[in-house]
């Protein structure tokens, strides 16, 4: 009869705690009625992902492309992930993004910032052929110097060639 006691006991905790208030309710309904991309995120209880932010970008849209070695050019993957990012951006309409240039490791470092200011330009141009204002994107080239990856394969180098768009910066 004790343990029954306890269990009810704990039982009843246990409820209380999973309680929301209104004003919790309500933010969970806001974030999953929220208009979005991919709604999916906010309807599964991640309402700490602000619409607009860096955040929303990459779980909604992407904010890198890759090039291959030595190029800047834009391929078909590259091309469909910047179409939704102007899409996200005429969506949000108050975001201003920079576009990072980067490079592998090969290379001088004064060739690698060229390639890598390149490579963010021709993502600013894209996103301007589709629609996207001047004034809402900037660039700037790393080159070599913020690999995503360590090491010197194929496999490390294919990742830090690439384009990212940053939210607010």
């Known amino acids: 009869m004790k343990n029954k006691i306890i269990a009810l006991g704990l039982i009843s905790l246990l409820a209380a705690g999973c309680e929301t208030s ?14 979005s991309l991919n709604p999916g995120i906010y309807s599964r209880g991640i309402s700490e992902v602000v619409p607009g932010s860096q955040e929303d970008l990459v779980a909604n849209v992407g904010d890198r492309v890759f090039f291959e070695y030595n190029a800047a050019t834009l391929g ?17 309409p108050t975001a201003v ?16 910032l060229a390639l890598g200011e390149r490579r963010a330009a021709a993502v600013k141009n ?13 660039t700037i080239s790393y080159g070599k110097e913020r690999p995503e990856e360590l090491g010197s394969s194929e496999a490390a180098w294919s990742k830090n060639r690439r384009a990212v768009t940053v939210v607010g910066q």
């Open 22 to 35: 209104d004003d919790e309710a309500a933010k969970n309904a806001a974030a999953m009625n929220s208009k």
């Open 76 to 92: 078909d993957n590259a091309q469909k992930t910047l179409a939704r990012q102007a899409q996200w951006l005429a969506a949000n």
């Open 97 to 112: 993004i920079t576009v990072e240039g980067h490079c592998d490791e090969r290379g001088t470092r004064e060739f690698n």
């Open 126 to 138: 894209y996103l301007l052929s589709l629609g996207v204002d001047r004034s809402r994107v900037s």
